[in-house]
């Protein structure tokens, strides 16, 4: 199991835990993660971050669709890339709600599958170089032609001579877009995963690889999931620790009838209890939805207790047909995992 480390987006002020990622670098972890939402962006801390160390994998989980046109999420992906030396970038992409797409980004929020679809099929043109670019999509075209338009676009080829090969990963939980993923992505973060739902993504992703029509098989593609870590003997601390920020997702984070988190509760099989946080959630009584996270659905998805505890509860995520796992926690967390998955001994190099 390859490791990962998460450092997310920034809160008010920006700051980046460059001690912990170095440290993780030197305990073998094989990637860090950068996200954004209406804060800071996803790919600047990578530059920073690149320029620092020099083995660690740089991803984005993920760049936003709505952020950038395909063409500059290429083009940051490959300035990344080559500042870091070649074949360390992963540009994990997705889409945030509509509340986040049309009220931040200014937007539509469209037909995402083939907003998707457009996207990664411009930014892997514009990685392999082969011919200027043009691309007719039901959501996205290069040249542009649509409404505005003077009509004299001209297709064009990257200045820079990129990594033709650099990854690109997709963020969703969906069964449309992880079919999706399988067919033109290189790998996939999947939102929501646990163990115990690996069985429902097996199908969706062998189905994708069937309609690439390629050969593509698991060898060619990697899944990797997050989980948060917490060393203690303190369960239900533990507990009351990851609550807020599951209400806030569940709850808050979108509209009563859009909000992904919330469906993922439901696909977890918590529907009543992510009913009642979204409907506390948006009524404003924000500490109630804190207290009706039920202490199991955290215990579900996430790596708590003593480090026996956490060792014995891991192996479900080990035997879970997840290529690499992304580590939430402390220095203690980071420093177990590695132990616990032996990272230091295979994920150098």
């Not at 037909?111 to 411009?122: E, G, S, W």
Request: aromatic letters at 8%; glycine letters at 12%.
């Amino acid at each position: 199991m390859k490791l990962g480390i998460s450092v997310g987006y920034s809160g008010a002020d920006m700051r980046l835990p460059i001690e912990k990622v170095l440290r993780a670098e030197e305990l073998g972890y094989d990637s860090v993660w950068t996200a954004e939402a209406y804060g800071s962006d996803a790919i600047t801390p990578l530059a920073y971050i690149a320029a620092l160390t020099t083995r660690i994998r740089l991803g984005t989980g993920i760049m936003q669709l709505a952020g950038r046109p395909p063409a500059m999420a290429a083009m940051q992906a490959a300035t990344v890339d080559a500042l870091s030396g070649g074949g360390r970038f992963i540009a994990g992409i997705g889409v945030s709600g509509p509340q986040i797409v049309e009220g931040w980004y200014g937007q539509p929020w469209g037909r995402p599958y083939y907003r998707l679809r457009d996207y990664v099929t411009i930014m892997k043109k514009i990685f392999a170089r082969e011919e200027p670019v043009t691309h007719q999509g039901k959501e996205i075209s290069l040249p542009y032609t649509g409404p505005g338009a003077m009509g004299i676009g001209k297709p064009l080829k990257s200045i820079l001579h990129m990594n033709p090969n650099i990854p690109v990963w997709l963020g969703s939980g969906t069964e449309t877009n992880v079919r999706l993923a399988a067919e033109v992505c290189n790998g996939i973060l999947p939102l929501g995963f646990v163990p115990a739902t690996a069985p429902m993504y097996r199908p969706w992703i062998e189905e994708g690889f069937a309609r690439a029509g390629n050969g593509k098989s698991w060898k060619d593609f990697e899944m990797q999931s997050s989980v948060s870590v917490i060393v203690t003997d303190d369960l239900r601390d533990a507990f009351r620790q990851m609550k807020p920020m599951i209400a806030l997702y569940a709850g808050g984070m979108g509209h009563s009838s859009k909000n992904f988190h919330n469906d993922m509760m439901v696909r977890r099989g918590y529907g009543d209890a992510a009913k009642t946080i979204q409907e506390l959630y948006l009524a404003g009584r924000k500490g109630e939805a804190i207290e009706a996270v039920p202490d199991e659905f955290c215990d579900d998805g996430a790596l708590v207790g003593p480090p026996e505890r956490i060792r014995e509860r891991y192996r479900a995520w080990e035997d879970s047909g997840l290529t690499g796992l992304t580590i939430g926690g402390d220095d203690r967390a980071i420093e177990l995992m590695a132990e616990i998955t032996g990272a230091s001994k295979g994920n150098r190099g």
